[in-house]
């Protein structure tokens, strides 16, 4: 699995969460200095493996879904969406922590 994200994508994805850049870092358990030095990247983002994989699984875990520049698209590119949001559970069911609750604590 590759764990392909740009500084814009990153930057892009913070802006339809509505969080700034401490906030990200919370989500994504790192520090931010480490968030400031992925968003100034150029292109792609490179460092730690171990990093890269906490950030893009935080962005998941919002609601983020990253779009590569091989997605079927009517013009291409790379990009970031929100996700539908998942259909609500049958009455009688307990509902899981949604990430948007998560993320709520983080605001």
Do not use: C, H, W
Not at 1 to 25: G, Y
Not at 67 to 75: D, G, K, L, Q
Not at 89 to 95: E, S, Y
């Amino acid at each position: 699995m590759t764990f392909m994200i740009t500084a814009n994508q990153l930057r892009a994805a913070r802006a339809l969460l509505d969080i700034d850049q401490r906030q990200m870092a919370e989500l994504a358990d790192l520090s931010v200095p480490t968030i400031q030095r992925m968003e100034a990247s150029d292109g792609v983002i490179r460092g730690n493996v171990d990093s890269l994989m906490k950030l893009v699984s935080a962005l998941d875990n919002a609601g983020i879904e990253l779009i590569s520049p091989r997605a079927s698209s009517t013009t291409g590119g790379r990009g970031v969406r929100l996700r539908e949001p998942a259909a609500k559970p049958k009455a009688g069911r307990q509902p899981k922590q949604s990430s948007s609750r998560a993320l709520e604590r983080v605001r």
